[in-house]
């Protein structure tokens, strides 16, 4: 009898026939390969009651025993083929079941049209069959499942987990399809990951019509991540029957993860096969939940010439309530009050694919004790359950408030996972200290607030606003980058709007130009001056350690390194001890800086005792006489004896710097000890310092130990000046002038005589025209000093 139009319905979307396939075995007599579950059957509203609670099937689990079950067979009114309900309980594949455990009814009869009866103590599985209403054929069902119930106990199994795994596909395609296609590459992987789904990534780039029909159809398209079940599937496929039937079911418990391929084959067909008869044969029918009706999928075309088809479909399975684990998956605490608040949790696809979670709230405990129940609804592609609005004002929470997500799973209470929340209720927002420099984005944290519930920065000054850019740290501070640049120092506020509260927190700070960096102060011991070291050091007004103030002196820069003489204020700054220590600096605009303070071993320090020189080299043709004995001419040799000071001992290896001030020509001399409190040094200036060093000579004292150098204050030594080399000097009798002769010339800036000879810059000549002498002697001006001169007798 060919089947009426209202019975089979027009083909599931091609996108989804591919989600189960059930192939029967090619020596069977179907002959039926990589059949789909394209065929509509029937339907059927099935409702289970659980004490005084009655929920439709899809919203069921599990069945318990006592349940009460109501099954009408949802057939137009004209259908012409009559069909018998049967309502089959199992009890294991070993173990057949009582007769009175079959209950059946007249579907075209509207009195005798439904089951409804209780779950049977012991009762394991629960299958339904729709048999063709001739005779014998409900005995023959009767008889197939007490002789060999194994068979049925597996179909139960298998179909049951084929529902679920089809449930998760169909919510997957479900999401993709009604999402605009700029959306399904973004909400594909937190789909996959809910649904625990693997993705070929290549079908997401083709154009919306083909896409679903890519995922759903491709054997490596979308994967129902498990690769357990797909081996036990592939062992069914080439098993004998009898082996089929005393392999264990992939378990429900797993809650969708233990999962086959999409496409992979559940050798249902062969298993139902075996019991096949002249009069009948059993055909699975897949169970889809669908606005409160069970539609029936077929995988194979009912006939209605014998031997007749029984459509066979599962109702879940009789066993305690399994609940699912859901992990929570974030660190960090979430905001009560923001629009659309997630609860991300993953772990059990099934939550997100089925109608079996009912009645998610999130509990929620205030500050004054009270409890808030917020609705929650399972979003696969938010990741997590997405909380109803608790709306304004802000709610108080409690302290260290923890959310608890909670309802019912089919008919079983569900305690869920804990979330730790906050609430912008009673923020309080402070700065860590960080100082807001102008010019430039500077970094800022703000303490004191629920860093997870902002929703906008924004800088304010005057009448001008810039946005501020931030992050909610997992420590619960809110880390900014507050834009400064072209803001002139002066008082700024940041204002901070949070979801949930009306008006934004203000928080008045103050911007500064670029603060002084300093890298540290080192003073020796027993000195009252020490330096200062960094950049921007004109900002530092004063520097205080361990009570004692320092004024700043001197400031000196080299390229954007400055040195800054910090002056003492009395003596006790002589009275530190070497080592380390810590300062405090403090700047024109009032901040202080922290200053690492280094207090060095005290100088090495010498005074001069006495002087000597000597002449190095023949006597000039002509001797020049220099007058003063703080004058070292350049040709001589200059002995010096120096004496310790304080605590000061003269070594071996103490050496003698002598510096050339004006050229900057320094000289290292070894000492020579008269005793560790006396030395001697000798300087060669010529050799030592060069033939164009003059003026000022200075020395310091430097001894060398484990430590390094240690160098004491400079102190003035002599004033080095070269003489001119005079080889004749001439006057005719009579003559207003007489003539000098020699080299060097230039080095002589006047001669004094009878008149005045000034020399001119950069003479070069070997002799110079001059007056006659006053009182029989000139007078040579030097221009190496402005106080030197030597003397010249007449011949």
């Not at 998760?168 to 937190?190: C, G, K, N």
């Not at 029918?285 to 209605?304: D, H, K, M, Q, Y």
């Not at 992050?471 to 980058?481: F, N, Q, V």
């Not at 050091?537 to 820069?557: C, M, N, T």
């Amino acid at each position: 009898m060919p089947l009426t139009p209202s019975f089979v319905r027009a083909a599931f979307r091609r996108a989804a026939l591919a989600c189960l396939i059930l192939v029967a075995p090619a020596a069977s007599v179907l002959r039926a390969e990589n059949n789909a579950f394209d065929l509509a059957g029937p339907s059927l509203r099935v409702s289970v009651t659980h004490g005084d609670t009655t929920l439709p099937l899809s919203q069921v689990p599990n069945l318990s025993p006592g349940d009460r079950i109501r099954i009408v067979a949802d057939l137009p009114a004209e259908q012409s083929a009559q069909y018998r309900m049967v309502l089959v309980f199992l009890r294991g594949a070993t173990n057949p079941p009582p007769k009175n455990w079959l209950a059946d009814a007249r579907t075209w009869k509207p009195k005798e049209a439904a089951i409804d009866v209780r779950v049977p103590e012991g009762a394991q599985q629960a299958l339904v069959f729709l048999v063709p209403d001739t005779g014998g054929a409900l005995d023959g069902v009767a008889k197939a499942v007490r002789e060999q119930p194994g068979a049925f106990v597996r179909a139960s199994q298998e179909l049951n987990q084929a529902m679920l795994d089809r449930t998760r596909l169909e919510t997957f395609l479900e999401q993709v399809r009604r999402r605009e296609p700029a959306d399904v590459a973004r909400i594909s992987p937190q789909l996959a990951d809910s649904l625990a789904i693997k993705l070929d990534s290549a079908c997401l780039l083709r154009q919306p019509d083909p896409r679903a029909a890519c995922l759903a159809q491709s054997g490596n398209a979308a994967v129902l991540a498990d690769s357990q079940t797909s081996s036990i599937a592939q062992t069914l496929a080439g098993a004998p029957a009898n082996i089929a039937l005393q392999l264990s079911a992939t378990p429900q418990g797993g809650f969708g993860y233990y999962s086959g391929y999409i496409g992979v084959v559940r050798d249902l067909a062969r298993m139902l096969g075996a019991f096949q008869s002249a009069q009948l044969r059993f055909i699975p029918a897949l169970s889809v939940p669908r606005e409160g009706r069970i539609e029936l999928l077929l995988n194979t075309v009912p006939s209605f010439r014998k031997p007749q088809s029984v459509l066979v479909a599962a109702l879940p399975t009789v066993a305690p309530p399994t609940l699912p684990t859901l992990s929570v998956k974030t660190a960090g605490p979430l905001c009560l009050t923001k629009p659309g608040l997630i609860l991300p949790v993953g772990g059990a696809p099934l939550v997100f694919s089925t109608d079996y979670p009912r009645a998610m709230t999130l509990r929620v405990p205030t500050a004054t004790g009270t409890m808030l129940d917020l609705p929650a609804a399972a979003d696969p592609a938010a990741g997590g359950f997405v909380v109803g609005d608790v709306g304004t004002p802000a709610v108080a929470l409690a302290e260290r408030a923890e959310g608890r997500l909670q309802g019912f799973w089919g008919f079983q209470p569900f305690d869920g996972p804990r979330f730790r929340l906050v609430s912008p209720a009673r923020d309080a927002w402070r700065a860590d200290g960080a100082t807001l420099v102008v010019g430039r984005e500077t970094p800022l944290n703000l303490a004191g607030g629920a860093a997870a519930c902002v929703a906008d920065v924004w800088l304010e000054r005057g009448s001008k606003k810039r946005p501020v850019s931030w992050s909610a740290e997992a420590d619960g501070t809110l880390a900014l980058k507050v834009p400064l640049a072209g803001i002139e120092p002066g008082p700024v506020a940041l204002l901070v709007r949070s979801h949930g509260v009306d008006q934004p927190r203000r928080l008045d700070l103050r911007a500064y130009a670029e603060a002084a960096a300093i890298t540290g102060f080192m003073l020796h011991a027993g000195d009252s001056v020490g330096a200062l070291a960094g950049s921007r050091l004109d900002q530092v007004s004063a520097l205080e350690i361990g009570g004692i103030a320092f004024r700043p002196g001197k400031l000196a820069r080299n390229g954007t390194a400055d040195r800054l003489e910090m002056s003492a204020e009395g003596t006790a700054a002589e009275q530190l001890k070497p080592g380390e220590a810590s300062g405090q600096a403090t700047l024109a605009d009032g901040r202080t800086l922290r200053v690492p303070v280094r207090i060095m071993p005290a100088r090495p320090e010498a005074t001069l005792i006495a002087t000597s020189l000597e002449r190095i080299g023949p006597a000039p043709a002509i001797p020049l006489t220099l007058g003063g004995a703080a004058f070292v001419p350049h040709d001589t040799q200059l002995t010096f004896s120096l004496r310790a000071i304080g605590a000061s001992r003269f070594a071996s290896s103490d050496r003698i710097d002598v510096e050339a001030a004006e050229t900057a020509a320094t000289a290292s001399l070894p000492l020579r000890l008269q005793d560790d409190r006396v030395a001697i040094a000798t300087l060669h200036p010529a050799s030592a310092l060069g033939d164009s060093a003059r003026g000022p000579l200075r020395f310091r004292l430097v001894k060398r130990d484990a430590a390094g150098d240690r160098a004491g204050d400079w102190h003035p030594l002599a004033t080095l000046v070269r003489l001119p080399q005079l080889s004749a000097v001439t006057c005719a009798p009579g003559s207003a002038t007489c003539t000098f002769t020699g080299n060097g010339l230039f080095l002589i800036s006047k001669v004094s005589g009878k008149a005045e000879t000034r020399v001119p810059d950069g003479f070069t000549g070997p002799s110079l025209q001059v007056s006659p002498p006053a009182d029989g002697v000139w007078r040579l001006h030097l221009r190496d000093a402005a106080d030197a001169s030597a003397t010249v007798a007449a011949p």
